[in-house]
């Protein structure tokens, strides 16, 4: 959501090195990033401040994943890859190798998913053609799953607790 | 010449599941099978052997013109495909056929005594296929079943 | 390792949870490269694909608009499911209605692979409905012969595992199962073979019915078109599809050239109807129609045929079939079938077919029957149109028949007691004196009467494996009421008596069972070796004064050796004293079962004159009878013999002489050969065949020489070509017929796929006078490994 970026950032983790002349900090073991509605967890957590002022991360892990509510509609989108970079001021998301990104109930699944959340622009590469990152799983090709189109009718009665 | 009478009566099980029964032979065959001391039970797990009679066909055609084109000489097919189930394997046997074939001459100017004759010969060619099928019956050698039939 | 994943379980995109998103109406896409617009456009680029439940569509490039559900796939585009594969450059298709297009596409069908077809040899009952597709299943037993006309046979026919391929200059998807092609070509000839092709400017096709209309559409056989027809139905997959049929053509010396065009009307699942116009060169337009219907307990085929003011004759012809059986389920059944024809050369002059050519008397009959398991009953009323003829059958208004056979257990014993009870009033019109001509002059007599009979009679079997004894005892009750009693034998008048005839009869059966082991090269058999001995001894009754209602002498052969009376029907019971000996070896496959072979040589000893005989027939003279053999077999060889001999040791001469051999290796290759000899009937040599002369063409004969007549009787030559999706066969016939000189034909029979059949259809002919034939375009999936 927009209003994510104007949220304070609140970080959890085991343990942190800050690199103040760089203003780089590296957050490892359990790292729990919480920014309004957004939050990434991972094993390591890097965050670069820019000039302008705006955060950079990188997480890693096992897989490392994000979850961010999207504007104006009570959905959620989800990811998780092995690394996931996160570009404050341009608010997108890079997700690469073995990623996933679920919005509702579909799913797209790929080595490299790049998500801009200003623009509501997503884009997939199965790694067959240039691949970011190592060649992920599933031989290079990208699968997404939709799942049928709700009638309209029942999608706006109020969905029942899950 | 190595000819000796037939031995002990060799239909050699008891039970027996009859499935697809309407057909012409049934009646007969029961009875045949009732007179060799065989009962027909009501659902295969009582049986000790299974046989279906998957279909029969009755044929007549025109064997022999004469001259002017008229009938002389009728055929008769009949035939009746079965198989046959031993408890003790799931399969089904490969599907057998049991034939008859007879042949009448025929005249217009007595087409009600021939109809009685061709009645006869079918008659005769169904009793031939009953005992062809009590003689295969009687070859089998059904294993007894692995599980105790359900009681 | 960490421990980060969070509470919610992470969405793996796993085969199962795949299955069921596609399975519930969703979709799964790949490619190389994705682009998502949220809630707007989906860019699937690089071998894209979509899946869903109901088929897959790839293509290079695929776009989704998901607010109005269109799918364009630009490249490549291809649709796969439901047996058919459509391919095109792009494709534009709205997923929700299914509303779409595509450019030039080629598709092809290849239906599904029916249920293993049942590998039991199919022997087609002789008046079955062949319709041009799944004949309506004849559940109820035919009892009587009653094949007749069967008027127009529609050969419209799909061969159920053909592929059908085709292409278009476009393809409109109209619907869930609609689509329609524009300019299209559809053949089932496989991809590289042109052979031939129905063009329609347009053609619409139904994937639920699986049927497909063509307008305007042109049939292209070798480039050549061959056929014009406004509209085409077709069917992909044997359905019965209303519509116009493919015409037949043929050619007869007795009616000339004649084309027949139908058009097929499917009125419901178990309710067809065919209605044609025959028109014949040289007598005019001939109108037929077929109703056909069938339920779970009853069905019935209704034919019609009408020529008005027949050209070579100037009157109305007419030909009527009515058919109808009714099974109540609880052992009654009940039916009727009425024929008639409008004048007596009506089928030789109008049929080509031998089955009605051949008829001379049409039954017109109703009956009533219950069986359960010891009772029959049978209540009939028939009268027959004779064609042609100075004998007429007796009209039997009505016929009650009751038979009930029972077992008794008797100690460890069975007792068999069986009742046959009869009661028929024989009548006749007045038009129709019964004129029999025989052996000694002619009978000339209107009698007609009522006659009852009953014979009860007991048999009470020994049994042991090794053999058995059975004795019978009954008692033969006839009585008769007669009316117009006076007749002429030979230009003697005499008077029929009413009165009653009762006989006891009595029979002693018994047989003995020896068996042995053989190997016959690699195969083991039981032999079995039975000697029969069988007594019958019936006292002798005067039954000069006894008309002949339905009685004639049976044939004698292995049947008849064992049967207490000669003679069939009620109105004789023979005079005996005879003792029958005969001994019969069987072949048995000692593991199936199978009977192999067998052979049977019997004869009867007669210790009495023969006094009962028909009227003016010669009696049996001397005290034994004809020696009978026969022999049945069925090599594994594929060689089927039947042969049978009957030689009369008074006169030392053979009376009956009938050897038929059939070789038939594989389908597509029989020789059937056979002699039959019958003295002062029959002497003839019958040889037919069909043999593939090379890998694509096939030889058709049949040659039927009277030695007797020192004529040919049946004549037919033919020649089969397969061309793997399109079959022709021609057909050069002589047939000798009932009433008029002998009648040529001339049959072209193109069938296209078993698609469409253009010309008259010889397979009537084929069927009857080759024993044993498979149509070419069955032989491939006929020879399965």
Same mark, same amino acid.
């Given at each position: ?41 991972? @094993? ?5 401040? @820019? ?59 790929? @080595? ?5 959340? %200003? ?24 699968? +997404? ?10 999608? %706006? +009665?109020?969905?029942? +607790?899950? | ?30 009875? /045949? ?21 998957? /279909? ?31 408890? /003790? ?63 | ?38 809630? #707007? ?26 607010? $109005? ?8 585009? #291809? ?105 299209? #070509? ?84 178990? *309710? ?88 001379? $008397? ?15 009953? $049978? ?53 129709? &004196?019964?004129?029999?001509?025989? &052996? ?30 059975? &004795? ?114 069987? *072949? ?47 090599? !594994? ?23 038929? *051999? ?18 002062? !009937? !029959? ?79 010889? *397979? ?22």
């Amino acid at each position: 959501e927009k209003a994510d970026r104007d949220q304070p950032i609140n970080l959890e983790a085991d343990s942190v090195q800050v690199n103040e002349a760089k203003k780089i900090s590296t957050y490892s073991g359990n790292v729990i990033l919480t920014q309004g509605t957004l939050m990434i967890r991972g @094993d390591k957590l890097v965050v670069r401040e @820019d000039k302008e002022g705006f955060q950079h991360s990188t997480s890693t892990g096992n897989p490392t994943t994000f979850r961010q509510k999207r504007d104006g509609s009570n959905e959620y989108m989800e990811g998780s890859a092995l690394r996931i970079e996160y570009d404050g001021r341009m608010d997108k998301v890079q997700l690469f190798n073995k990623a996933w990104v679920k919005r509702g109930e579909d799913v797209v699944h790929g @080595d490299y998913i790049s998500y801009d959340a %200003s623009s509501e622009y997503a884009e997939v590469i199965g790694g067959g053609s240039q691949a970011a990152g190592n060649t992920g799983a599933g031989g290079g090709r990208v699968k +997404a799953v939709i799942q049928p189109k709700k009638k309209t009718t029942d999608s %706006s +009665a109020p969905t029942a +607790a899950p | 010449c190595g000819f000796q009478l037939r031995g002990v009566n060799d239909i050699a099980f008891k039970n027996l599941y009859l499935q697809g029964q309407n057909v012409s032979i049934a009646r007969d065959l029961k009875r /045949s099978l009732l007179s060799n001391g065989v009962a027909l039970v009501p659902t295969p797990e009582q049986a000790d052997l299974m046989l279906e009679i998957l /279909s029969e066909s009755a044929e007549k055609r025109i064997l022999s013109l004469s001259g002017t084109g008229r009938v002389r000489e009728f055929e008769l097919n009949y035939q009746v495909n079965f198989r046959i189930k031993d408890p /003790s394997n799931e399969l089904w046997g490969m599907p057998q056929t049991i034939s008859g074939r007879r042949d009448f001459t025929f005249d217009d100017s007595q087409l009600l005594a021939k109809q009685g004759e061709e009645a006869r010969l079918n008659d005769d060619m169904r009793a031939d296929a009953v005992r062809e099928l009590m003689h295969v019956l009687s070859v089998q050698r059904p294993k007894p079943r692995t599980k105790p039939p359900v009681e | 390792a960490s421990d980060a994943a969070d509470e919610t379980a992470r969405p793996r995109v796993t085969e199962a949870s795949t299955a069921n998103a596609i399975a519930a109406g969703g979709a799964l896409i790949e490619a190389d490269r994705m682009e998502f617009r949220m809630d #707007r456009r989906l860019d699937a680029i690089g071998n894209a694909a979509i899946i869903t439940d109901k088929q897959q569509i790839s293509g290079d490039r695929i776009q989704y608009e998901e607010l $109005n559900e269109t799918l364009r796939v630009i490249g490549n585009a #291809r649709i796969e499911g439901g047996g058919s594969v459509i391919k095109g450059p792009d494709l534009r298709l709205n997923m929700g209605d299914t509303v779409g297009e595509m450019k030039q596409p080629i598709f092809f069908y290849q239906p599904a692979a029916p249920a293993a077809a049942s590998a039991l040899p199919q022997t087609a009952t002789s008046n079955a409905i062949r319709s041009n597709s799944r004949p309506l299943r004849n559940r109820l037993t035919k009892s009587a012969y009653d094949d007749s006309n069967k008027g127009y046979q529609p050969q419209l026919r799909t061969n159920t595992t053909a592929a059908s391929r085709g292409d278009a200059d476009a393809m409109f998807f109209e619907g869930q199962n609609k689509k329609r092609l524009t300019n299209a #070509r559809y053949t089932t000839c496989e991809a590289g073979v042109d052979d031939w092709y129905i063009r329609a400017s347009e053609m619409e096709i139904d994937d639920f019915n699986k049927t497909g209309t063509a307008r305007n559409a042109r049939v292209e056989f070798l480039g050549v078109p061959i056929l014009y027809a406004p509209k085409i139905d077709f069917s992909f997959q044997n359905l019965r599809k209303t519509g116009l049929l493919a015409p037949l053509i043929g050619t007869t010396t007795r009616s000339g050239f004649e084309v027949l065009t139908p058009f097929y009307w499917n009125i419901a699942p178990g *309710m067809d109807a065919t209605f044609g116009t025959r028109l014949l060169s040289k007598r005019g337009l001939q109108y037929q129609g077929e109703f056909r219907y069938m339920g779970e307990t009853y069905q019935g085929g209704n034919n019609i045929e009408y020529l008005p003011s027949d050209t070579s004759t100037g009157d109305n012809r007419y030909y009527a079939k009515l058919q109808h059986q009714q099974d109540f389920l609880n052992g009654w059944s009940a039916g009727y079938s009425l024929e008639k024809v409008s004048d007596d050369n009506y089928f030789s002059e109008l049929s080509t077919r031998i089955t009605t050519t051949s008829r001379v $008397n049409l039954a017109q009959q109703a009956s009533l029957n219950y069986a359960d398991d010891v009772w029959d009953f $049978n209540l009939l009323v028939q009268r027959y149109q004779t064609l042609g003829q100075r004998t007429f059958p007796y009209e039997r208004l009505p016929q009650l028949t009751l038979n009930g056979t029972k077992d008794w257990e008797v100690g460890d014993r069975y007792v068999n007691t069986n009742l046959y009870t009869q009661w028929v009033s024989f009548n006749r019109s007045e038009s129709q &004196p019964n004129f029999l001509a025989t &052996p000694n002059g002619n009978l000339l007599t209107g009698v007609t009467g009522r006659r009852f009979t009953a014979y009860p009679s007991v048999s009470i079997p020994f049994t042991r494996p090794y053999g058995y004894i059975t &004795p019978k005892f009954g008692a033969h009750h006839t009585s008769y009421q007669l009316d117009n009693t006076d007749f002429t034998l030979n230009g003697v008048n005499g008077e029929y008596q009413s009165g009653t005839r009762t006989l006891p009869i009595f029979s002693l059966d018994s047989g003995l069972y020896y068996e042995r082991n053989t190997r016959i090269v690699k195969n083991s058999y039981t032999q079995t070796l039975e000697p029969r001995l069988y007594y019958v001894y019936i006292p002798n009754r005067d039954q000069s004064a006894i008309p002949i209602f339905d009685t004639a002498l049976a044939d004698l052969n292995t049947s008849s050796l064992f049967q207490e009376n000669q003679f069939t029907g009620n109105d004789r019971i023979n005079n005996a004293n005879q003792l029958t000996m005969a001994v019969t070896t069987r *072949m048995l496959d000692a593991r199936t079962g199978d009977q192999r072979f067998a052979a049977t040589l019997g004869q009867r000893f007669n210790f009495t004159e023969q006094r009962v005989g028909l009227p003016g027939a010669n009696l049996r003279r001397g005290d034994s009878s004809d020696i009978v053999a026969a022999v049945t077999a069925k090599l !594994l060889s594929k060689w089927n013999v039947d042969a049978a001999w009957q030689y009369n040791t008074y006169d030392a001469e053979l009376v009956r002489s009938n050897i038929g *051999m059939r070789y038939n290796p594989e389908p597509g290759k029989v020789m059937n050969l056979s002699y039959r000899y019958t003295a002062d !009937l !029959l002497d003839q040599i019958n040889v037919s065949g069909q043999w593939p002369l090379s890998p694509r063409w096939y030889g058709l004969g049949r040659y039927n020489y009277s030695l007797e007549e020192h004529s040919p009787i049946e004549g037919l030559a033919g020649l089969e070509y397969d061309a793997g999706c399109w079959q022709a066969r021609t057909v050069l016939q002589r047939v000798s017929t009932a009433t008029a000189d002998a009648n040529y034909a001339f049959f072209f029979q193109l069938e296209l796929g078993g698609l469409a059949s253009i010309g008259a259809s010889p *397979m009537r002919y084929l069927e009857r006078g080759i024993p044993g034939y498979t149509r070419s375009g069955e032989i491939q999936s006929s020879v399965t490994p």
